[in-house]
Each structure stands twice: as structure tokens, then as C-alpha cells.
């Protein structure tokens, strides 16, 4: 009797399981059907590209780079007896940097210099010679030679000895030191990388629309982006002739803040203030498809996103120019893309 009950149970508990599977199914192909109609028309919010007025103003981006980078090089040979200026020292022009030893070219300006008073002397005993005519006057002619052989050997011999004194040419600052006390250098060692930092050079590249906007002297406010203030800058030099990718260089000179705040490799950006504006077919910037070196946009015909590739040109803050590609008036999806493909659909809100 008790196994004919639980038969009964266990049939009951399936058939009600299989009955609920059968209804869940019902239920959700329902709301498939629902999603389906649902889907069949995506609501979206539309724009349109308008001719408006575009202030021809525009910002270009690029690294600080000193404006004087000097290797300095040894000019002579010997061993450093004494270091002044180490890394991350200014220097003024003029400063003294190394002490080379310098006894041996010592003695020798000593011997030019004797040599040199001894042809003068020579010289001199020669002329009195020569108004008596008891010499030649090739003998006299040598004599003259001589002075002069002897002067250019002891100018050289003073700057070999003026060389151990190793100087700045620059003004700047020690970017880095290759010697030290005891080092032995030969004709060209590399001694001191120096930077001029009082003065920068802000590059940037630009367009060929806006290269012929920008003129020698044109002042620029110059901005580091790392926050190290704004300063005015000039423009210095317009590159003649474009890079691989169409672009002009432009330089832009600008003065250290007293605090140098601004150092070589910094990221800056210049703003050229252009006082004037243009016509131009402008389209809000959350229009866009995919990114700004490659945009598309939808636009709805017959209530049917289509979509299109076009070609922009400057952008601002909220709108892109549109230079090919759209027309004005055309009806652009300006929110809701994300659900959209070529050929759905759609419902204008």
C-alpha cells in the first residue's frame, strides 16, 4: 500500500515539474516575441551639422628642448688634477670646469718664450749690422723670419698651457660629468654635457591650414602640461617644406622663469590666438563613431540608420568641423549608437 502511495507522489512531482517547465517556456518565448517587436525600431536622438561661424584659433602640442646643447670636448692631453663643476651645477661663461696638469707645456712656454726674446735680441743686433752693411740682407731677412717663427711658436705654446684650464663657452647647466680626478685625457674626450636652459624651444607640428595662419614673431601663450605655469613665447622658425605626415614644424622660443620651472622634455601645449573666424560645417562631437582618426557617423534616411565615413578637421571642445562627407541639414544620430548597426531601424525621440 505505501509503495503505491509514494508512486503516486513521485508521478505527482513530475507531472507538476513538467508542467511548470512547459509554462516557463511559454513565458519566455512570449517575451522574446515582445523583445523582437520591440527591437525593431531603436529610439535615438538626432542632430544635425549646421554652418556656423569657427574661430580659426587653434592649439598645437610638442616637447621643450634647450635652446644651446653643448658636449664639451677636451682640447688636450693630460691628467685631471682637479674637478670644479660637477652634475647639476650652473655655470656662467667663462667658469673654470677641470684643471688639467700642466708642467711639461709649462716648461715648454717657458722655452718659446726665451727662444722668442732671444730672436728679438738676434734681431735687433742684425739691423745695427746691416746700416754699417757688414751683412747680408738675406742674413738680415732670416733674422726677421726667425722673430716671426718664434713669435707663432710661443702663441702656440701659451695656448696649450691656457687648454689645461678647462673653461665653459656656455652659459648652463652640468647635465652630466664624464671625469674625475686622476683621469687620464687624451685630444677629444668627452668631458661635460651642458644645457642652456634660460632660454627653451617649445616644437610643434601644425597643419597645413594653420602653418599659413602663423607668422615669424607671432607671440604664443605657452602652457607646460606638467603645471609649471604659462609663459609668452615667440615664434622663431616656420618649416618650409611638410614631414611624411603633412605637417609643419613650428619653433616657438620661449624665457625660463627665474625659478626654472620649465625643464628640457617637457610636454607643452602653444595656443595661437588667430584674430579672425570662418565659415564652417559644424557637428556636435558625441556624433562621432569610433575615434577622431577614423570617424563615421549614422545617418537616418527613411527611418533607417545608415552608416557613413566622413572627414573632419578641427576640433573643439563639443563640436568637429566637417569637411567631407555630410551635408548641412542631414539628420545625424546623436545619442543611442551604441545599439546600432548599418540598416536597423530606428524611432526619433
Aim: charged residues 25%; glycine residues 6%; aromatic residues 4%.
Amino acid at each position: 500500500m505505501k509503495k503505491i502511495i509514494y508512486i503516486i507522489i513521485a508521478v505527482a512531482i513530475v507531472g507538476f515539474g513538467a508542467y511548470t517547465l512547459v509554462n516557463n517556456k511559454k513565458e519566455m518565448a512570449a517575451e522574446a516575441a515582445v523583445a523582437e517587436i520591440k527591437s525593431e525600431a531603436i529610439s535615438v536622438q538626432i542632430t544635425q551639422p549646421e554652418v556656423s561661424k569657427l574661430d580659426r584659433s587653434f592649439t598645437a602640442q610638442g616637447n621643450f628642448e634647450p635652446i644651446q646643447t653643448l658636449a664639451l670636448m677636451s682640447e688636450t692631453s693630460g691628467q685631471v688634477q682637479r674637478v670644479l663643476k660637477r652634475k647639476g651645477d650652473r655655470v656662467r661663461r667663462g667658469d673654470l670646469l677641470l684643471q688639467v696638469e700642466a708642467n711639461t707645456m709649462s716648461a715648454d712656454l717657458a722655452t718659446a718664450q726665451a727662444n722668442f726674446e732671444k730672436a728679438q735680441r738676434d734681431l735687433g743686433r742684425f739691423e745695427n749690422l746691416a746700416a754699417g752693411e757688414a751683412i747680408t740682407k738675406r742674413q738680415l731677412e732670416d733674422a726677421r723670419l726667425n722673430v716671426k717663427i718664434t713669435q707663432a711658436q710661443l702663441v702656440a705654446a701659451r695656448q696649450r698651457v691656457n687648454k689645461t684650464r678647462i673653461t665653459s663657452p656656455i652659459n648652463g647647466e652640468i647635465n652630466e660629468i664624464y671625469v674625475e680626478v686622476g683621469s687620464y685625457l687624451g685630444m677629444a674626450t668627452k668631458l661635460y654635457d651642458i644645457v642652456n636652459v634660460d632660454r627653451l624651444k617649445l616644437n610643434v607640428k601644425v597643419d597645413e591650414a594653420q602653418v599659413l595662419l602663423v607668422k615669424k614673431g607671432d607671440k604664443v601663450n605657452v602652457k607646460a602640461n606638467a603645471g609649471a605655469g604659462e609663459v609668452q613665447g615667440t615664434v622663431t622658425a616656420i618649416a618650409a617644406q611638410a614631414d611624411n605626415s603633412l605637417k609643419y614644424d613650428v619653433e616657438i622660443e620661449v624665457k625660463n622663469p627665474d625659478n626654472n620651472s620649465l625643464r628640457a622634455g617637457m610636454y607643452g601645449t602653444a595656443a595661437f590666438d588667430i584674430a579672425d573666424s570662418r565659415d564652417a560645417l559644424l557637428l556636435a562631437r558625441e556624433a562621432l563613431v569610433g575615434s577622431v582618426q577614423d570617424p563615421a557617423v549614422y545617418v537616418v534616411e527613411n527611418n533607417v540608420a545608415k552608416l557613413k565615413k566622413i572627414k573632419i578637421g578641427k576640433i573643439t571642445q563639443d563640436k568637429v568641423e566637417v569637411l567631407e562627407g555630410l551635408a548641412a541639414g542631414e539628420k545625424v544620430v546623436q545619442s543611442g549608437q551604441i545599439n546600432l548597426r548599418d540598416g536597423l531601424k530606428v524611432s526619433i525621440l
